[in-house]
């Protein structure tokens, strides 16, 4: 198997760090079936990336084999943002999808004991009929057997149907939120989409909060889950985010 290091990945603030382990455990009760999860979010620029980053760390941290995929195939910045290094070829989702590559040569083991990468490597202004092809879900169906979980790395839902069609083929979602950015109504919109497809939201994810707010909890600090399966944004109409 090919290798990759991350030469730029910042170590994190403890209660940064806590959160996300905290999402990370939550995780882990949403059931064994749950493997495949799609992160994604509503608008650009929410911390999608960063989330799927740092969970995928924490999850090998702890001795689970997780693979990253990056599937912001218009956009990616993983390797410039994470400084990506391998001395092979980089091949990446984009040749297996257009039948350049097998999955084989597009996964990398990294730095990370146990952290698994699939990245972009060559991205193409218009996925969508590569993402609607069978070679995607075949990709996940080899992956499952090999990882105890896939994360997958999507652009935003308000700005392309990428993640919505990616979606279709995971076990699970996570939409990112940045706090005090994102319109609540822009919210409930991805919700609302996520909702459409079969696949369960498994919570939200926000990100950036303004911790001074919320005394001197440190588990409200950046990241906060709030409750699986809509509990937070469901039917329920007196919940909404602040
Ligand atoms: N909780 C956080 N604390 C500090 N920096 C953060 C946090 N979340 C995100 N960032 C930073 O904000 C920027 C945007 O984050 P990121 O790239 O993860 O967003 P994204 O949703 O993946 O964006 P895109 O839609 O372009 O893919 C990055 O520079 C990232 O390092
Ligand atoms: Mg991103």
New binding site residues.
Partial sequence: MKDMSIENMPELPFD?TESLNQLRVSLGFSGENIKTIEIT?ST????????AMNLWKMMADVGNRVLLIDC?LR?S?MRS?WGLQTNEELVGIVHFLAAKADVYDIVYKTNIANGYIIPVAACVPNPTILLEGKRFGELLEVCKSQFDYILL?T??LGSVVDALKIATYCDGSLL?IRSGETPRKMVENSVSLLNRTETPLLGVVL??ADTSKRGNNYYYN??YRYGYHGEYYGNNGNKKPK
């Fill in positions: 940064v979010s650009p620029n929410e911390g999608k990336s960063f989330v912001d956009n910045e943002k790395d652009p935003a990112v990100n950036r950046h990241y």
